[in-house]
């Protein structure tokens, strides 16, 4: 079974620019997150999908950030424009849909973002 | 608001030694208790907890979940220098909600 593909892996970018993830996740995985984790901290879920809508999205700073996923599949996760703080790794991960099974989930290797 | 708190932030031991991960949990419509073990890239799930007193094993790591005193340990015996990693203790309530933990960083030293 295919995992949780994201990409790129690495990406260096300057603040104020502009920046896109990708995360395709586990086939038959309904639910899509995407998690912010700062170098010795726990993620910190930015976003979560069921299919093509947004379950929970509270803790997103929406003014620079935005996420989507049209078609129920895949997902892009955009920072514009990038703050310093921004530095951090971005991981996808999916899961199924039903009680306890949502809980379990399976991430991506995650985006390493370095803002200068 | 939900917290998830582990202990301790740190721990060096030397091979062969066996740890006790401690992890405690405050939250709303509790539903389950994970951990997941995160080396220098995404999190790798361990083991998933709901019902109190049952030991879930796995090799030399096994947990156990305490639904009354809200806490979970995960043990680890015989340790190995490929457990050296960050563990995590994520809860999952409500609808659809995890909280996370800060992790428990583990080395382990030959």
């Known amino acids: 079974e295919a995992g949780v593909a994201q990409s790129p892996r690495y990406k260096i970018i300057e603040k104020r620019q502009s920046v896109a993830f990708w995360c395709n996740p586990i086939s038959g995985h309904a639910t899509l997150y995407w998690y912010q984790q700062i170098l010795g901290q726990g993620p910190k879920l930015l976003i979560q999908?069921?299919?093509?809508?947004?379950?929970?999205d509270s803790q997103l700073p929406k003014d620079r950030f935005s996420a989507e996923r049209l078609k129920g599949v895949d997902s892009t996760l955009k920072i514009q424009p990038a703050k310093l703080e921004d530095s951090a790794v971005y991981l996808c991960?999916?899961?199924?849909?039903?009680?306890?099974?949502?809980?379990?989930?399976?991430f991506g290797p995650g985006t390493r973002l370095t803002v200068l | 608001e939900d917290k998830v708190v582990q202990s301790p932030l740190s721990l060096v031991v030397h091979e062969g030694d066996t740890v006790t991960l401690n992890c405690s949990y405050e939250?709303?419509?509790?539903?389950?208790l994970l951990w997941y073990k995160q080396e220098k890239k995404a999190p790798t799930f361990l083991f998933m907890l709901t019902s109190s007193g049952i030991e879930k094993k796995s090799g030399r790591l096994s947990s156990i979940l305490d639904k009354k005193e809200l806490f979970s340990i995960l043990n680890i015996t015989a340790t190995q220098t490929g457990d050296s990693a960050v563990y995590l203790c994520?809860?999952?309530?409500?609808?659809?909600?995890?909280?996370f933990g800060k992790g428990t960083k583990l080395s382990v030293i030959p």
């Open positions: 999908f069921q299919n093509n809508g947004v379950v929970d």
């Open positions: 994520v809860s999952g309530a409500g609808s659809y909600q995890l909280t």
């Open positions: 991960a999916s899961s199924l849909v039903g009680g306890a099974r949502t809980d379990t989930q399976y």
């Open positions: 939250v709303t419509n509790f539903r389950s």
